[in-house]
């Protein structure tokens, strides 16, 4: 069993700066890719950040400039650097893993339970 877990949600006033943590633990083997997405009231989860093995790095266009992921291999941990946040921003942020088991063939995902960001204008 994989757990992902996240932190570093919050109240910030707009124009300020989060950070968000995110960790996968358990029965993991390697990690293809992390990543964060959110989802606002009434709107369906759009991805925000992920990382790619290798580095590769992809973000919505929404967040470009302003937000930043990062990785660290060896803790199976990812993080994004919030800055500059906008009321928009507002959502709940949920983490991503794909990861593969021992013994396994193929990728699997799992969520996170989700950290609220709040930005007041």
């Known amino acids: 069993q994989v757990q992902v877990v996240e932190s570093g949600g919050g109240l910030v006033q707009a124009g300020g700066s989060l950070r968000l943590s995110c960790a996968a633990s358990?029965?993991?083997?390697?990690?293809?890719?992390m990543g964060w997405y959110r989802q606002a009231p009434g709107k369906q989860r759009e991805l925000v950040a992920i990382?790619?093995?290798?580095?590769?790095?992809n973000y919505a266009n929404s967040v470009k400039g302003r937000f930043t992921i990062s990785r660290d291999g060896a803790k199976n941990t990812v993080y994004v650097q919030m800055n500059s946040l906008i009321p928009e921003d507002t959502a709940v942020y949920y983490c991503?893993?794909?990861?593969?088991?021992?013994?396994?063939?193929?990728?699997?995902?799992?969520w996170g339970q989700g950290t609220q960001v709040t930005v007041s204008s």
């Open positions: 991503y893993a794909e990861y593969k088991r021992p013994y396994s063939a193929g990728y699997t995902g799992a």
């Open positions: 990382i790619i093995s290798g580095g590769i790095t």
């Open positions: 358990g029965s993991i083997l390697s990690i293809n890719a």
